[in-house]
């Protein structure tokens, strides 16, 4: 298939609202050459990074909107002004080969569409762009509702965030320290002629100056490193394990951070891991299996602790709860195009229900990390207040840097925010619960 075709079917399904990438492109790449599927990927993903501004543009070039059953072709005009605005693909070969793929669709009708349409925006696209520049969605590619959102809760660092979700995020990896100090492994690197840097605020953290095919990194088989974020390596530390601890990882998936716990304290009593879906565990249990570690993997609603829970209380809770993963926008763009305004306050909802049903699992004096790959505060500090407010066994701790580095992010009134770090670190939530009481059913505390 061209990679063409296969990347506007799979953005066909996104802004159809059936599916996201991570479930629609990987159908479409077994249906590509091998030499062709880091073309598609990148029309995929770039078109859904670019898509408030292709969209736009491509608004002001038609003569009137698309049906809802022509969201293929569509697909197909974002992914052609795609290639003559943003990549290295000659406008010829970019607007023959986009509009030859019409009759793929069984659409014929489509190609003259699709050729005037590419034609006229190599011709005045450029113009057209600077003129709807004055539009905040047009300049920094995002949807309105999440531009106003992040101008809102950021007003000095809005555009700068917005920035860091347009590029390319960097490679980083996490040094596994059963195999490897950070340093032996950055020797490791360099003498396979790779350059690297070690990251600011994980102690395992090495930023790749370029990214590279995982398995041709030393040790990557061996479980020697993993790719993780720096802002998701945070959490592991933050915990403040010591050896018998029971852990709780709730909302595990894809199991990074359960196998990081499993790495910074090889002596916990164990790490009890649950995600909603069995599917999403199968993932986990490979993750875990490279780097020679267990845990206990329950599929199952967080919430509903009288199904899974066995009455043993954890001393640690990692709650990663689901968010609306602004933060990580620049790894998964199409959440542009999938999340709607309204998803917060729902998500904020689940948020609050995960912890109230989560506390009474944890041992008093026992900690609980909320983390969230967020950066809209109804999701992070808000969620964190209205369950102090309401929770009087809990208490708050401060969260202090690691290896002399002051912390990482900006204080909140609850927690520290990390924001998308051009070259850095993903947008990023945490705070840190104790329980320093356990609560009775009237709402008082209970010490013990």
Not at 244 to 252: N, S, Y
Not at 343 to 350: E, R
Not at 409 to 433: E, N, P, T
Not at 435 to 447: L, N, T
């Amino acid at each position: 298939m061209n990679p063409r075709l296969a990347a506007a079917k799979a953005l066909a399904a996104v802004l159809s609202g059936k599916a996201s990438l991570n479930s629609s492109l990987p159908t479409q790449l077994d249906k590509v050459e091998v030499r062709d599927r880091g073309l598609t990927q990148d029309l995929a993903f770039g078109t859904a990074r670019w898509q408030p501004r292709l969209s736009a543009l491509a608004a002001k070039l038609l003569q009137k909107p698309f049906k809802a059953a022509d969201a293929d072709v569509e697909a197909l005009l974002l992914v052609g002004l795609y290639q003559l605005f943003y990549s290295r693909i000659p406008a010829h070969a970019a607007i023959g080969e986009t509009v030859g793929c019409a009759d793929k669709l069984k659409k014929p009708w489509a190609k003259g569409l699709l050729n005037a349409v590419l034609r006229n925006a190599q011709r005045d696209g450029e113009a057209l762009l600077i003129e709807l520049e004055h539009d905040p969605v047009v300049r920094t590619a995002h949807p309105r509702w999440l531009q106003k959102a992040l101008k809102a809760a950021w007003p000095e660092q809005w555009e700068a965030i917005c920035a860091a979700n347009n590029a390319h995020p960097p490679m980083i990896l996490r040094v596994n320290r059963r195999h490897n100090r950070r340093d032996q492994y950055l020797e490791l690197l360099d003498t396979a002629g790779l350059q690297a840097s070690a990251c600011t605020f994980s102690q395992d953290g090495i930023v790749l100056a370029e990214p590279c095919d995982v398995r041709s990194l030393p040790g990557f088989a061996e479980g020697w490193i993993s790719v993780q974020d720096e802002a998701a390596q945070l959490a592991a530390d933050l915990l403040e394990l010591a050896p018998g601890q029971r852990v709780l990882d709730a909302c595990c998936a894809p199991g990074g951070k359960t196998c990081h716990l499993l790495e910074v304290q090889p002596q916990l009593d164990g790490v009890v891991a649950v995600d909603l879906e069995a599917k999403r565990l199968v993932r986990v249990r490979e993750n875990l299996d490279r780097l020679g570690l267990d845990a206990e993997l329950i599929a199952a609603d967080a919430r509903e602790t009288a199904q899974w829970w066995d009455g043993k209380p954890f001393q640690r809770i990692l709650l990663d709860a689901p968010c609306s993963a602004t933060g990580v926008i620049r790894r998964h763009p199409d959440i542009k195009l999938t999340r709607q305004a309204d998803d917060i306050a729902a998500l904020a909802a689940l948020q609050g229900e995960l912890l109230d049903a989560l506390w009474p699992t944890l041992q008093v004096g026992g900690m609980l990390v909320y983390a969230t790959c967020s950066t809209l505060p109804t999701e992070n500090t808000d969620v964190i207040e209205a369950f102090l407010a309401r929770t009087s066994g809990a208490r708050e701790l401060d969260i202090a840097g690691q290896a002399g580095q002051p912390p990482a992010g900006i204080k909140q009134a609850h927690g520290r925010q990390l924001l998308a770090q051009q070259g850095g670190h993903d947008g990023f939530y945490y705070a840190k619960l104790i329980k320093i009481a356990d609560q009775d059913r009237g709402g008082a505390g209970v010490s013990a």
